[in-house]
């Protein structure tokens, strides 16, 4: 049975995928500034369990992102499926960017609204 989750259990491409995009353009060009990039995690600042000396964040970095996919098993992307997002028409910019960026890694994103 096909699962597309399979290749995420890789520890290795996740952290491919966090530094293959660059969270601080992003949130600059998509959402003016407003905000702040989400570099240590999913916890947002200001959430009681928020720790930044806890925390490993992660910045965008391609060329380590291609060792990560490397060290993955997917030089460049290659035996890698589509990884597919879903999302509504309200998050389809920071998806499509997303998908740019990653795709100049060879990973291959759809995008499901």
Excluded at 29 to 53: C, E, H, M, T, W
Aim: proline residues 4%.
């Amino acid at each position: 049975m096909h699962n597309p989750w399979r290749a995420l259990l890789n520890k290795k491409l996740r952290l491919a995928i966090n530094h293959g995009f660059d969270r601080e353009k992003m949130l600059k060009y998509l959402r003016n500034g407003i905000g702040q990039a989400a570099n240590s995690g999913f916890v947002p600042k200001g959430l009681p369990s928020f720790d930044a000396d806890k925390l490993i964040g992660y910045s965008y970095n391609p060329k380590l992102a291609k060792q990560y996919l490397v060290e993955a098993g997917y030089p460049n992307g290659k035996g890698l499926e589509e990884i597919v997002i879903s999302t509504t028409a309200e998050y389809l910019d920071i998806c499509e960017y997303m998908q740019h960026q990653l795709s100049e890694l060879g990973i291959r994103i759809k995008i499901d609204v």
